[in-house]
């Protein structure tokens, strides 16, 4: 597993590995950088660190995650990267019912500040 010092690098290195994953046949840097949505300082730093790891290879002026790359992503992406978020879900007991488009509004007067 990478480690950095703060937890931003720690995520920024999956986030790259993540798009080079999910990419078909590789990216070139610039598209790597747009598509993690990274400040460039932070981008280069760990694109440096993740080339010099052996995580990330070249080939063809495109961009591809190492088998060794893959396995620390598969590995560590569990942790990282966030998944679905169960308690953003409203419970049933806690919805109202659906109000329509062309329903009037009528305030309850004694709810009203005076």
């Known amino acids: 597993m990478i480690k950095y ?6 995520r920024a290195d999956f986030v790259i590995m993540k798009v080079l994953y999910e990419s078909l046949s590789g990216l070139q840097p610039y598209t790597i950088l747009k598509r993690s949505k990274l400040s460039g300082e932070i981008f280069f730093k760990v694109f440096s660190t993740l080339a010099a790891k052996k995580l990330i290879v070249e080939r063809d002026s495109l961009i591809h995650l190492s088998p060794t790359g893959r396995e620390v992503f598969l590995a560590g992406s569990g942790r990282v990267l966030s998944g679905r978020k169960i308690w953003r ?4 007991a806690m919805k109202g019912r659906k109000i ?3 329903d009037f509004y009528v305030p309850n007067i004694y709810l009203l500040d005076q």
């Open 89 to 92: 879900q409203v419970p049933s």
């Open 5 to 10: 010092t703060t937890p931003s690098m720690l």
């Open 100 to 102: 329509r488009v062309d």
